[in-house]
């Protein structure tokens, strides 16, 4: 008797079976004070957007507080046709001795398992420079964490491999 394959086992696409949330790419809602847009594009090792990848963020409040009530800090985007994702939040606090951040989990065909990656905040210099997490990588793997200012937020374009590839962490 064979069991059956689980998602790990098998290769997408299949992301928006069971993925799909309503509002999920909306931390805060829309005109909440201090929301900003996070957002870029998830690509692959030649530079192809992926149409059908998803990030998951995860962070603290504006205060550095993780299980604040009223504050879901948890948010879900789907990527468009271009590769293109966005989720509505606010700035988080700094956490502890870590520079304010937000994780992001990226599922993508082809990746057995997610992979987990940080946006940092490049208005946050001092702190940054102290993160134990930030400082611990070479100055080119640091450059792939820390997202560009936006009209509406802060911008981070992820690669999944190849010469411009975002730093990831093992789990």
């Known amino acids: 008797m064979s069991l059956p394959e689980t998602p790990s086992q098998t290769v997408g696409p299949f992301f928006s079976i069971g993925l799909t949330w309503e509002d999920g790419a909306r931390v805060v809602p829309e005109g909440a004070e201090g929301a900003l847009w996070l957002h870029g594009r998830i690509l692959d090792g030649e530079g192809t957007p992926i ?58 065909r082809g990746l057995l398992r997610q992979v987990l990656t940080r946006l940092y905040f490049p208005d946050e210099t001092e702190r940054n420079a102290a993160d134990p997490v930030l400082s611990s990588l070479d100055a080119d ?9 936006s009209d509406d937020g802060y911008a981070l374009d992820i690669h999944l491999q190849g010469p411009h590839a975002t730093a990831f962490f093992a789990f």
């Open 141 to 149: 793997a640091r450059a792939t964490l820390v997202a560009q200012p």
């Open 51 to 108: 149409p059908d990848a998803v990030v998951e963020t995860w962070q603290a409040d504006p205060h550095g507080h993780l299980d604040a009530p009223g504050f879901r800090g948890f948010g879900r985007g789907p990527t468009d046709e271009d590769g293109r994702w966005r989720v509505l939040t606010l700035k988080p606090g700094p956490v502890g001795d870590q520079a304010p951040h937000v994780d992001l989990a990226i599922f993508a």
